[in-house]
């Protein structure tokens, strides 16, 4: 019988690697960070609109469907130069449909609870995310920004911890040998 050692270990260290360095990264962040990267994120919106309305364009001319192509450019670079030129009011917005979002979902899932036929084991368990959902969309929506920075300090601290750990299994992996 042969034995082998796993010979991916690498990969999840690297991955861990990468959490780890997000994480950091995630709780060095500052609001003028996040606008700067909001801008360039504009910058970049605005450049591919303009290529995918060349695009479309050049569609038009051969005779090709290339209305959507337009309207998806149009859509791009208004989208981009709202970030560019109003990143606050832009994140704002962004945030306040994230919390429109997270209400939607929570009543959805609330909904298939009491729609369920059935026992299963984890109705308390849907209850909760529900409930937590909607709480969070609804924080979303009366202080956006806030929240935001403090939900990003909680996933970077995560994102830290989780690579770390993925770091240390990844030389425990890297010890296990198979049969």
Do not use: C, H
Not at 60 to 72: C, N, Q, S
Not at 104 to 125: D, E, H
Not at 148 to 161: N, R, S
């Amino acid at each position: 019988m042969e034995t082998k050692r796993f010979k991916n270990w690498w990969f999840l260290a690297l991955n861990g690697g990468i959490f780890t360095l997000f994480g950091v990264l995630m709780l060095l962040f500052t609001q003028e960070f996040i606008k700067t990267l909001l801008i360039y994120f504009g910058i970049v919106m605005l450049a591919g609109g303009v290529f995918m309305l060349l695009a479309g364009i050049n569609n038009i001319r051969r005779d090709k469907a290339g209305a959507m192509i337009l309207v998806e450019s149009i859509v791009a670079m208004a989208i981009g130069i709202a970030l560019i030129f109003f990143p606050d009011a832009s994140a704002a917005v962004f945030l306040i449909m994230i919390g429109i979002w997270a209400i939607i979902i929570g009543i959805i899932q609330l909904v298939i609870l009491v729609n369920i036929k059935g026992v299963i084991a984890n109705k308390n368990m849907l209850l909760i995310n529900g409930l937590l959902t909607i709480a969070l969309g609804v924080i979303l929506l009366f202080n956006p920004f806030q929240w935001a920075l403090i939900l990003i300090k909680i996933i970077g601290a995560f994102a830290a911890i989780f690579g770390i750990l993925l770091i240390y299994f990844s030389f425990v992996l890297r010890r296990v040998k198979t049969a």
